[in-house]
């Protein structure tokens, strides 16, 4: 996601924002080009493992701008409504765009209105898998949903922590650790007694994923307070996360074709795992400042800039092709270029502007220092 002093972008984040896109995108292309039988598997696994990425990319960065705020000794609900006028100046504007696309292209395929039933409006406030399964319409919309209740949630958690710790220190982990543990024995709880499926529920319910984004807020707080183990360890951390990884992948895979339905660890445990082993990313690619290869670098960088507008926007363009007679390789490549093009289309003439306009009526120094994305 951009930022508003594109010299101040850290290479790193953005390959890691270019690669979770880039998995989303390959997980819902996955069908035209490997054998049927292979794509369920391949397709859960790539999207899951990109939106993971995306969430810990998120917390990292909002972390990062909380920590700053509290360490000023000015955390308050005036702050707080800072800090979201600027989220909801980067997230709304392109989401409720693409809402009424996605209204709109569902109109002249089905002959129906979908506002007419009220649910839908739910939408508007990412209520719609709050408690209850995303339906099928806008999938891609219920990270959305995590992603806005925990900006609403945590900085208002963090200032109730201000009456039972006297330093910012405790005060910014207590909330971490609080965010960590109530979401996991949500989940450990529903896993006990509710049988609901990995990916509609499980994966997608709001309320028993919010710890998803808390991990990078940990890796803000590790960055903050501890930037000299940060540094030092970056390359054995590095190696842990890629190492964890790897053997979750295997272990889903195994999963997933050795059983009707997720095991409980899958369903609960798996997530948090694989939470901090995206985080371990993050010390080795956040000290990776400019790109070694300038043209990759710079098409790396552009996939991150467009990626919030990319990530909305390909399945209405995967969709639109997928009823074309034509061979699947050239179906594929469309695809691709299709979804980068049109993103970056909206990111020039629409995103681009609505992020100057908001800079220039929340602007804030450290802001851009940090590149809030």
Known sequence: MPISNPSKRIFGLDFLRAIAVSLVLFSHTLELIIPEKWVPGLMKLTGFLG???????????????????????????????????????????????????????????????????????????????VFTFHPNFFGVAWSLSVEEWFYILFPLILLGSYRLFKTDKKRILSTIIFCLVVFLLLRLGTGLFIDMPWDKGFRKVVVLRLDAIAYGVLGAYAYYYMEGLWLKYRNLTLCMGLVFLAAFCYFFWWDFHSNANALFFTKTLSFSLVGLSMLCLFPYFNSLKEAKFSLWGKLLTWMSLISYSLYLSHPLLIASLANFEISWNLKFVLCWLLSIGVSSVVYLLYEKPIMRLRDRFYQDTYLAEVGEQ
Request: hydrophobic share 50%; aromatic share 30%.
């Open 51 to 129: 939106v993971e990425l995306f969430f810990v990319l998120s917390g990292f960065l909002i972390g990062s701008i909380l920590i700053k705020t509290v360490d000023k000794a000015n955390y308050n609900f005036d702050s707080i409504k800072k800090f979201w006028m600027r989220r909801w100046f980067r997230t709304l504007p392109n989401y409720y765009l693409f809402l009424l696309i996605y209204f709109i292209v569902y109109y002249f395929q089905h002959d129906h209105f979908l506002l007419a039933d009220w649910r839908y409006f739910s939408y508007f406030g990412f209520l719609q898998n």
